[in-house]
C-alpha cells in the first residue's frame, strides 16, 4: 500500500506544482502520448484485472497480446510520461527528485508484482525476456 501512497503523492505534486502555461511541444506530445498508452493499456487489460494496488485478484489473468507484448507495466509507462511532461514544465530540483522518487517507486513496485506473476504464471518469466518492463525493447 505505500507504493501506492507514494505513487499518488507523487502524481499529485507534480499536478499542482507544473507551470501548464509553459507547455510546449514536447510536454504535450508526451501527454498525448501517455494518454494513448494509458487507453490501449485498459482496453487490453480488461476492467476485471485492474488493481491499483500490487496484487493479484483471484481471477487475474495474463495479458500478453496487444501492448502488453512489448511492455509488461504500459500503465506505468503512461504514468512516467505524464509525470514527466509535468515535471518539465517546472524542471526546478524538488520537482526532479519527486520525479526520481516516483520512478524508483514504480520500479519496486513493478518488482514486486513481477514476483506474484511468476509465483503465478509459469510462463511469467519467458514472458520478461521477450518484453521490456516499461519501454519496449529494454
Partial sequence: MIYVVIQFSCII???FNAQYEYFGFIEIALVHLALL????????MKFNNLNITPGLKQNH???TSGIYQFIRHPMYTSVLLFCLALML??????S???MLILFIDLI???NLEEKLLTKRFKSYPAYQQKTGR???FL
Avoid at 498508452?37 to 487490453?44: D, H, Q, R, S, T
Avoid at 514544465?89 to 524538488?94: C, D, I, K
Wanted: aromatic content about 14%; overall charge positive; proline content about 3%.
Fill in 96 to 98: 526532479q527528485g519527486v
Fill in 61 to 63: 489473468q495474463l495479458r
Fill in 134 to 136: 516499461f519501454i519496449p
Fill in 13 to 15: 505534486y507534480l499536478m
Fill in 108 to 110: 519496486l513496485k513493478s
Fill in 37 to 44: 498508452i494509458g487507453l490501449i493499456a485498459v482496453f487490453n
Fill in 89 to 94: 514544465s517546472n524542471a526546478h530540483h524538488f
